[in-house]
């Protein structure tokens, strides 16, 4: 998160914006964005339905027999000014990955 | 006859089997790409590194890499004499602990999870200005222990201003509670420290300016 939260500026150059998304309550997320010194907006989505639009969240129960909670998967997708997925990748973010990819759609979008 | 010619097909085989074996084990060892050297030593007694950095390389000193990407971009470390954790090691990472592009603002965030995992607490001993590589750049000294672990650490951190971005040298010294730090170490430390030189733009540098263009 704090990866994000360094590069913001050159999302906000590449004309991007980064959104978090939790299964946590707002109160939760409240904390949790203080104590990174987080600047981009956290979704609190305790229902879960973004995390499985997104593919973040399996169809396992909420409540696993192990005693472990069925929570998101981390997840990067970039979703790119038509609405159109354009990249996906799970585990920790590749912010350099990421990036690049903005800084070729941002150049498609210019035509150049 | 039948005898000693089957005998003669059999060896014949084997022979074929070991000729071929030889041909294609010779054949591996010709195709092997070589290994680019990770450190390739100057006349200046200094090392490159993979042909990003440049800087006096400590020695006898371990060279330790991170292969999956996470805390640093390259450190050394050293075994020393005395019982566990008698060790130090130092490290490049270009990508210190926190968001704030200011030095001050970082080193405050940098604080909070300093160490975090070890279960020290370490407090800021000393904070000062400093320059590194002709950069703005604040030295953060840390010192701390664990008396469950019976351990202690102390460490010095530089926090550099380098373009839009801060980058790090974190050097750590860890021992028994009744274990005596070694300064010699920490020269070492100043010595890679003050020897690093970038030897080309790093992937932020060029995203700076490949926007800048795009921006014309």
């Not at chain 1, 909420?62 to 997925?85: A, C, E, H, Q, Y």
């Not at chain 2, 970082?106 to 001993?125: D, H, K, W």
Request: include cysteine.
């Amino acid at each position: 998160m704090d990866s994000h939260n360094r590069d913001l500026y050159l999302y906000e150059a590449l004309n991007a914006r980064v959104l978090g998304v939790s299964m946590d309550d707002v109160i939760t997320n409240k904390f949790f964005a203080k104590a990174f010194w987080l600047d981009f907006p956290l979704v609190s989505n305790p229902l879960a339905w973004m995390g499985k639009q997104y593919g973040a969240y399996s169809d396992k129960k909420p409540f696993l027999p192990d005693g472990s909670v069925n929570n998101f998967g981390r997840r990067t997708v970039v979703v790119d000014k038509r609405g159109i997925v354009r990249y996906i990748k799970d585990g920790s973010p590749d912010n350099n990955e990421i990036l690049s990819l903005l800084l070729k759609l941002e150049k498609e979008f210019r035509g150049k | 006859m039948e005898k000693k010619s089957a005998i003669r097909l059999s060896l014949g085989i084997w022979v074929a089997f070991f000729a071929l074996t030889g041909l294609l084990l010779g054949g591996c060892a010709t195709m092997a790409p070589e290994k680019p050297k990770i450190m390739i030593p100057t006349d200046r007694g200094t090392v490159f590194f993979l042909d990003k950095y440049e800087f006096k390389a400590p020695v006898g000193w371990s060279l330790m890499r991170n292969l999956e990407g996470g805390d640093f971009e390259l450190g050394f470390m050293k075994m020393e004499p005395g019982a566990f954790p008698s060790q130090t090691t130092f490290m490049y990472d270009e990508e210190p602990y926190g968001s704030s592009p200011n030095l001050e603002g970082r080193a405050n965030q940098y604080c909070t999870r300093f160490l975090f995992n070890s279960g020290i607490m370490p407090e800021v001993t000393k904070r000062e200005k400093t320059r590194v590589m002709g950069l703005h750049a604040l030295a953060l000294y840390f010192e701390g222990e664990n008396s469950v672990q019976k351990e202690k650490s102390k460490s010095k951190v530089y926090l550099v201003k380098k373009g839009n971005r801060i980058i790090s040298f974190v050097c750590t010294q860890w021992r028994p509670l009744d274990g005596q730090f070694d300064i010699q170490a920490f020269e070492i430390f100043e010595n890679f420290v003050q020897s690093f030189k970038f030897l080309k733009k790093t992937f932020y540098e060029n995203l700076d300016e490949e926007i800048q263009k795009l921006k014309g």
